[in-house]
């Protein structure tokens, strides 16, 4: 990462993921831990809903790194791919 951490949104979604897998596993381990079914589904649809936003995250993340590998490609290369094209 070349960004400074405070500056750098892969450093912060990592943060995040990180944060959000650890309650996610907590959110589960609850469910087995309290009778009440309201309380175990509530638990269940939120580990549910936060894996969906890892996921989202690690999208996120994907992304960059291929934005990054694009823009490795010099622009004198870019060119001649475009005009080949034509």
Do not use: I, W
């Amino acid at each position: 990462m070349d960004a400074a951490p405070e500056n750098n949104p892969l450093y912060h979604a990592q943060k995040l993921k990180a944060q959000m897998v650890k309650l996610v596993r907590h959110l589960r381990a609850d469910v087995g831990k309290v009778t009440e079914p309201k309380a175990q589904a509530l638990f269940e649809a939120s580990a549910e809903v936060l894996t969906g936003v890892v996921k989202a995250l690690d999208d996120y993340r994907s992304k960059c790194d291929a934005a990054g590998r694009t823009a490795s490609v010099t622009p004198r290369r870019m060119q001649r791919v475009t005009q080949a094209k034509r």
